[in-house]
C-alpha cells in the first residue's frame, strides 16, 4: 500500500496543482451564467478546453518520463514503483479532466446527478478494481485495472 | 466510465456532445504526438538518468505546443489558450516571419516582403 501510495502522490501532483484552480474557479462563473445556456455552454467548452491541455500534457509527460523521474524524485530504493507511474498518472489524467463535470452541475443546481455520477463512478471502480486486487494481489495489475476502469 | 459523465453533462446543460468530443480531441491529438516523439526518442537515447529526464522534458513541451499551436493554425486559429500565446510570445511571430519570408520570396507570394507575417496572417484571418 505505502509503494502505490508513494506513486499515487507523485504521479498525481502535478496535475492536480494546475487543474484545481481551474476547476474551484468554474463553480463561481458556471452559477453567474447558469440562467444563459448560451454563454454557460462557452464558458463550460472554454474551461474543458483548458483542462484538457492541462491534464492531457502533464499525465502523458509523465507516463513518458516515468522512469526517470521516480529515480531522480524518489531514489533508487523505490524501483517498484515504476511500474504504476504510468497507469495512474494516466489515471488521474482522466479524472483531472473530467473533474469539471461535477462543478458544472453542482453549479447550475443539479447537485443528485452530480452525486449519483460520483455513487456510479465508485460503483464502477470498486466492481472492477476489487476483483483483481483479490485475485491477482499485484499493484500494478490495479493499477491498470482503476485505468481500464476510468475510460 | 469517463464518457458517461460527459453524456450526462451534456444532456443536463444541453450541450451537443459533439463539441465536446471536439473539443478534447485536439489536446488528445497533440498528447499523442508528444508520446510517438519522446517514446521514439527515448528508444535511441543511450544513457537514463537526469540528463535524459531533461532532455525528455524539453522535447515533450516543445512538441505538444508545436502540435497544439499546428493544429490551431489548421483549425482556422480560433480563440483560445494559443491565440493569447501567439499573442503573448513575439519571438514565435519573430521565427515565423523570418521562415514565411524566406518561403514566400521564392515563390511570388502576394505578400508584401516590407511586411511583417503576424500582420500578414492577421490581415488575412
Redesign the interface.
Known amino acids: 500500500m505505502g509503494r502505490y501510495s508513494v506513486a499515487y502522490d507523485v504521479t498525481t501532483l502535478p496535475s492536480e496543482e494546475l487543474i484545481n484552480p481551474v476547476v474551484t474557479a468554474l463553480f463561481p462563473v458556471m452559477v453567474k451564467v447558469q440562467r444563459d445556456p448560451v454563454k454557460r455552454t462557452e464558458i463550460y467548452l472554454s474551461v474543458l478546453y483548458w483542462s484538457a491541455l492541462l491534464c492531457v500534457s502533464t499525465s502523458v509527460g509523465i507516463c513518458l518520463v516515468g522512469d526517470d523521474m521516480v529515480d531522480l524524485v524518489l531514489g533508487p530504493k523505490w524501483v517498484d514503483v515504476k511500474p504504476l507511474v504510468p497507469w495512474l498518472a494516466l489515471s488521474f489524467g482522466l479524472v483531472a479532466m473530467s473533474s469539471n463535470v461535477y462543478a458544472a452541475l453542482d453549479s447550475t443546481g443539479r447537485a443528485s446527478t452530480s452525486a449519483g455520477l460520483q455513487w456510479i463512478r465508485l460503483i464502477g471502480l470498486a466492481a472492477i478494481v476489487l476483483p483483481v486486487a483479490y485475485y491477482f494481489k499485484d499493484l500494478e495489475k490495479i493499477a491498470m485495472s482503476r485505468f481500464w476502469a476510468l475510460c | 466510465?469517463?464518457p458517461?459523465?460527459?453524456f450526462?453533462?451534456a444532456k443536463?446543460?444541453?450541450?451537443p456532445i459533439r463539441?465536446?468530443l471536439m473539443?478534447?480531441v485536439?489536446?488528445?491529438i497533440?498528447?499523442l504526438v508528444?508520446?510517438a516523439v519522446?517514446?521514439g526518442a527515448?528508444s535511441v537515447i543511450p544513457f537514463?538518468?537526469?540528463p535524459?529526464?531533461a532532455i525528455?522534458?524539453a522535447l515533450?513541451?516543445l512538441t505538444?505546443t508545436s502540435a497544439?499551436m499546428a493544429l490551431w493554425f489548421l483549425r482556422g486559429r480560433p480563440a483560445?489558450?494559443e491565440a493569447q500565446f501567439w499573442q503573448r510570445l513575439p519571438i514565435v511571430s519573430v521565427v515565423v516571419d523570418v521562415a514565411a519570408r524566406s518561403v514566400t520570396q521564392t515563390q511570388n507570394s502576394p505578400w508584401p516582403a516590407t511586411e511583417p507575417a503576424s500582420q500578414w496572417l492577421k490581415q488575412r484571418a
Open positions: 466510465m469517463t458517461t459523465l460527459f450526462t453533462l443536463a446543460l444541453e450541450i463539441e465536446i473539443t478534447l485536439w489536446p488528445i497533440s498528447g508528444m508520446a519522446v517514446g527515448n537514463h538518468g537526469p535524459r529526464l525528455d522534458i515533450g513541451g505538444f497544439m483560445g489558450p
